[in-house]
């Protein structure tokens, strides 16, 4: 399965953004998809991710009340709206699914995923 992210670029401190990430293949029922963050040299940090089922929906601590995720079942798409922005958010952004339907502490592992789009880069500077 190829995930295809879009919406990064550019924005300053306290600006906002949307990601989106859409499944190629339209047939693609995810069990839980999420986005994940890296900037060099460090690893790859869990961001946000749900179950595409239900309302089970885990972020990290430094996004909450900031970033919010969502999906277009009808698309295959789940969406991260970034706002407040701030310069510690830069890094390269990446959606991750699977077909297992995580647990809320186990979303956060890189290792749960099967599936990694290409990634897209967001940088907060002023």
């Known amino acids: 399965v190829q995930l295809q992210a879009s919406g990064g670029g550019t924005v300053q401190p306290g600006g906002s953004l949307r990601l989106s990430c859409a499944a190629a293949?339209?047939?693609?029922?995810?069990?839980?998809m999420g986005w994940f963050r890296q900037t060099p040299g460090k690893e790859r940090e869990f961001v946000a991710a749900f179950r595409w089922s239900g309302s089970n929906t885990n972020y990290a601590d430094s996004v909450v009340g900031r970033f919010t995720i969502s999906r277009d079942n009808a698309k295959s798409t789940v969406y991260l709206q970034m706002n407040n922005l701030k310069p510690e958010d830069t890094a390269v952004y990446y959606c991750?699914?699977?077909?297992?339907?995580?647990?809320?502490?186990?979303?956060?592992?890189?290792?749960?995923?099967?599936?990694w789009g290409q990634g897209t880069q967001v940088t907060v500077s002023s």
């Open positions: 991750a699914a699977t077909t297992k339907r995580l647990i809320i502490s186990n979303m956060a592992n890189s290792r749960a995923y099967d599936y």
């Open positions: 293949v339209r047939a693609f029922s995810p069990g839980t």
